[in-house]
């Protein structure tokens, strides 16, 4: 039992090492904003977060190369989203709507979202591009493909609001 204990403790040691430093939250503690949310009450609801955009009518082909290289880079992701999409820190991916639409998903991994920093300058167009189409098809999900082009239009258009 002692080991498992010493795994548990390098586990949350690397893992939140990686938070810590991927995270966009303040290194000083609890800000205005963050203490307000803190000391909200427990019973208040989540209010959902609506896409940006409706869904295309039909989703864009899934590029086979692209969700290979999503999947072995989706492993950077699973400290806070689970290894099988199914949230933690981060949101659940498995029947996650809001992931159906390309520019929401897309602006979130580039721009950040919330607690969640943002990897435009950590990755390039394909990358993103491959991770999204990752999580959008996998563990039940198939909203289709994302290319290297949305990519780049969701970094010409800066963060969503």
């Excluded at 999900?141 to 609001?161: L, Q």
């Amino acid at each position: 039992m002692k080991h498992v204990g010493a795994l548990v403790g390098i586990t949350v040691l690397v893992f939140g090492t990686t938070y810590l430093f991927t995270s966009d939250w303040p290194l000083g503690g609890a800000t205005e904003e963050t203490a307000a949310v803190s000391e909200a009450p427990a019973s208040q609801e989540v209010a959902e977060t609506e896409p940006a955009e409706a869904a295309p009518a039909e989703p864009a082909p899934v590029d086979e190369t692209l969700l290979a290289e999503g999947q072995s880079l989706y492993v950077q992701c699973q400290a806070c989203h689970g290894p099988e999409g199914q949230g933690s820190v981060g949101p659940a991916f498995v029947g996650d709507s809001n992931i159906q639409d390309v520019a929401y998903a897309v602006q979130t991994i580039v721009h950040g979202r919330g607690a969640m920093p943002a990897f435009g300058e950590r990755f390039d167009d394909t990358e993103i591009a491959s991770v999204a189409t990752f999580i959008r098809n996998s563990w039940g999900n198939e909203f289709g493909g994302v290319t290297p082009e949305d990519v780049a239009a969701a970094r010409e258009a800066g963060p969503a609001e």
